[in-house]
């Protein structure tokens, strides 16, 4: 617009001619005589962008978008998404163009446009904070489409990302969550950021005033750091670990991921913390997230000892040696029948406890109705009730040595049943 009035300036006032304009301005003369005309400032954009590229993978995004319509929002491909694949269908042009057209075909679907809500900028010190938050993901485990929590960790200063994945989102998976970040970050940041958690907070006063959960509490006197409970509902006092659920879920979890089991899962999500930490830092672009964490790391609180992130409850023990836990069943050894012990659960384990020692231990199940027995609690009833041997349910799976096997096989042909057998093994004289 600046050239376009110098041009009338001088063609108006100056009575210079529109050959001696042209020439002065390298432009043509149709083009100086249009600029004479023109009084309120041209508008250059056009209004439908051709995207030549584009052209051929038209059906193929529109395909996307309707089909991603119909998921659940967590689960749709992001812009960058899609245009990564189109890129392994053969498309050659630029991100932006798939951009444009996804906010055009959102837009052609949705009704009056929402208000944007303005922020304040946060700053914050090398070790100070670290911000918590959970999400929720769609994995294929042995073959089997589960829904899955996943745990997210974010250091503010540096960037650096640490996410583990559970079953579910109990208070015990919290617990082993932070043991492990702190342990993945060799060291602890002196405050932590969380949502109101019921598994962290058991009361919301006026302000910031919180009642922290007692277990929790533990926790954080152990790591000595101070909990912080966000304003209900304002998930930007937080924003970073927020934003990198969203992050982690498109370029993790999309399309999703297939693994045998949670071990593995876990450690190819520990692999890709790592890789990420190579990338540009958002506000010291001149150096790498893993670059700012080296200079963040040692300012961290060190770990002097992992904290025991376990959660007890008492319970007590049925008639046939079980105890329910999650809808599932535990084997506790005989003696301890009819009577009230402690159980320890943590993320992976069971743990029966009477008397401050632990009787029983159980990888911990998460599927429903299922029956976890160690046989060897349950010989002390076999010399009494030897005839169980053949169709009690902890010895069909049981995995003897070849020889008690034979010895077994004859004992159950005589009349006492397995009753000599029983006591051979109650006596010591079988060992498995």
């Known amino acids: 617009m ?16 529109i050959t001696s304009l042209a020439s002065t301005f390298n432009l043509s003369r149709p083009t100086i005589r249009k600029h ?4 309120e400032e041209p508008v250059y954009q056009r209004q439908n962008q051709p995207h030549p590229k584009l052209g051929l993978f038209h059906e193929q995004l529109e395909a996307w978008l309707e089909q991603g319509a119909h998921f659940p929002r967590k689960q749709r491909r992001t812009a960058q998404r899609l245009y990564e694949c189109l890129q392994v ?36 010190l090398a070790s100070e904070t670290c911000q918590f938050d959970w999400s ?32 579910r989102e109990t208070q015990e998976m919290v617990l082993d969550a932070h043991s492990q970040a702190f342990a993945v970050f060799g060291g602890v940041p002196k405050r932590m950021v969380y949502d109101n958690l019921k598994t962290v907070v ?24 101070e909990p912080v409970a966000c304003t209900p509902e304002s998930g930007w006092e937080k924003g970073q670990v927020e934003n990198q659920v969203g992050n982690i879920r498109e370029w993790l979890f999309t399309p999703m991921a297939k693994f045998e089991d949670f071990v593995a899962l876990n450690a190819w999500l520990a692999m890709r913390c790592r890789e990420l930490a190579g990338r540009l830092h958002p506000e010291q672009s001149s150096r790498t997230i893993a670059d700012c964490f080296a200079e ?22 049925s008639q046939l040696c079980l105890i329910r836990i999650d809808r599932n069943r535990y084997s506790v050894p005989a003696q301890w029948a009819n009577t009230v012990v402690s159980v320890r659960l943590t993320a992976d384990r069971v743990y029966m406890v009477s008397d401050g020692q632990i009787i029983a231990e159980h990888l911990r199940r998460f599927g429903r109705d299922q029956l976890i027995c160690d046989p060897w609690h349950y010989l002390p009833v076999l010399e009494k009730k030897p005839g ?43 060992t498995q």
Request: charged share 25%; proline share 3%; with cysteine.
């Open 388 to 430: 169980a041997l053949r169709h009690g349910a902890p010895f069909q799976s049981w995995e003897l040595a070849v020889s008690i096997k034979v010895v077994r096989d004859r004992l159950l042909k005589q009349n006492q049943g397995g009753g000599g057998l029983c006591r051979s093994v109650a006596d010591g004289k079988i």
């Open 89 to 124: 269908e053969g498309y050659l042009g630029s991100y932006t163009v798939v951009q444009r057209h996804m906010k055009r075909w959102k837009k052609q679907r949705a009704g009056s446009p929402t208000v944007k809500q303005a922020f304040v900028p946060l700053a914050f």
């Open 136 to 167: 929720q993901e769609t994995v294929l485990l042995s073959g089997v489409v589960q829904t899955i929590k996943v745990a997210h960790f974010r250091l503010a200063y540096s960037r650096q990302v640490f996410v583990v994945a559970y079953p």
């Open 296 to 317: 963040e790391q040692p300012l961290l609180m060190p770990v002097k000892a992992s904290f025991d992130g376990y959660v007890e409850e008492i319970r007590r023990v």
């Open 36 to 39: 004479l005309k023109t009084i």
């Open 2 to 17: 600046d050239v376009i009035a110098e041009i009338r300036r001088r063609f108006h006032v100056d009575h210079e001619t």
């Open 202 to 225: 058991d009361a919301i006063f006026v302000g910031k005033e919180r009642r922290f959960n007692r277990r929790f509490l533990a926790l954080a006197n152990h790591y000595l750091f």
